[in-house]
């Protein structure tokens, strides 16, 4: 079993950064790839960004190429997701996952987090 909790969350102006944290536990962290989802109300959940267990293989979505950021610290079990250059369009609550490969299927990911929610202000 793996518990992944999300923090980082709130409100920003369009333009501004926000940092969301996951932090895993349960399971060894170090072998997953980490995923970042979002879904915003009336939409499927999406895709975002996902990153290998040594961290050399990245994939983004690419609505975030160039503004985002996902990284890992395999000693503290934590993955983040670095948001630059927000927009309204980027408000959603975002959830980690934990898998076994990089897909950007939501069904390819085994574990969950709560979500944490990010708004962004025009």
């Known amino acids: 079993q793996v518990q992944l909790v999300e923090s980082g969350g709130g409100l920003v102006q369009a333009g501004g950064s926000l940092r969301l944290s996951c932090a895993a536990s349960g399971r060894t962290f170090s072998s997953s790839v980490m995923g970042w989802f979002r879904q915003a109300p009336g939409k499927e959940r999406e895709f975002v960004a996902a990153?290998?267990?040594?961290?050399?293989?990245?994939d983004y979505k690419d609505f975030v190429k160039g503004r985002f950021t996902i990284s890992r610290d395999n000693a503290k079990n934590t993955a983040f997701l670095q948001m630059n250059s927000l927009k309204p369009e980027d408000t959603a609550v975002y959830y980690c996952?934990?898998?076994?490969?990089?897909?950007?299927?939501?069904?390819?990911?085994?574990?969950w987090g709560q979500g944490t929610q990010v708004t962004v202000s025009s």
């Open positions: 990153i290998s267990w040594s961290g050399a293989v990245r």
């Open positions: 996952a934990v898998g076994s490969a990089i897909r950007r299927r939501p069904e390819a990911f085994d574990y």
